[in-house]
């Protein structure tokens, strides 16, 4: 799975360094402050691309004395680094465009610019098609987190297109309005990966996944109750720690049985590997206190 997630970044890393060389070397040329902000937009990506296939690197190493979880978490860090990155330089280009808005343009950018855009916009979303289908596939944090950002450079590319042909049209302050569109689109996208990472790092987990994981785990036959659920994220893999209680008249092997059954189902139905899982007798006091 992890070597499906690397192929995608690579795919995505490639793509960045043609475009990022193409936009900013004929956004100087064309004159035109929107394409230049949308190559520099790809320079970003092509750095926190190559966090990410770090981060998938690490994630691969095998669990060691001082990592008796694995490094799977790497893979989340990576694409933390990665928000810091593309942070920075949206900040950067919003300035450049606002500067440029204060002083004003001379003369709009060559319409050359904006059929460049267009195409590359183009290419972003077969880009963004390919890696948010991996993503799905491999269930990688970091992959998930390098397709929204193709999605936003090929949205970020219509814009800076859109800005250059209005600016023919005897408006040339677009092209710059259209560069200050980039940098904020560049900062919210950057701001949607931070808190998104940052919720996993800090082992934050969605509800509405463990009322799913709950309603399947109560289906399951011997199961009386689940008293306490408890979810994490691993890397790529989502870890559960459930409390449930079953007849107080079954056998330690009969019991036993019966979490075999539930983390069975729970890797069938949900794909969910690691279900720890501890049995408590029904009617027990225990069984009514926290966990």
Known sequence: MSNRAETGVWVSLIAYLLLSTTKVGLGYWLSSQALTADGLNNVTDVLAAG????????????????????HSRAESISALIASFIMATIGLEVLQSGIRTAWKGTASPPDLWAAWIALGCAGVMFAVFGYTRHLAHRTRSSALSAVSKDN??????????AAGIIGSQWGMPWLDPAAAII??????????????EM?????????????????DTMEEVKGVKSVVDLKGRMQGNEVILDAVIEVDRELTVEESHRITELLEAEMA??????????????????DSSSDH
Not at 198 to 214: A, M, Q, V
């Open 51 to 70: 966090g990410v296939l770090i981060g998938l690197r690490i994630a691969r190493k095998p669990r060691d004395e001082d990592h008796p979880y694995g």
């Open 198 to 214: 940052s919720h996993l790092l800090t082992d934050g987990f969605h509800e509405g996944e463990l009322s799913r994981y709950r």
């Open 268 to 285: 069938r139905r949900h794909q969910v590997r690691q279900t720890h899982i501890h049995v408590e007798p029904d009617g027990s006091p």
């Open 182 to 195: 980039v940098g904020l689109i560049i900062l919210k996208t950057a701001w949607g990966i931070f808190k």
């Open 151 to 160: 999605l936003s450079d090929a949205m970020v590319s219509i814009g800076a």
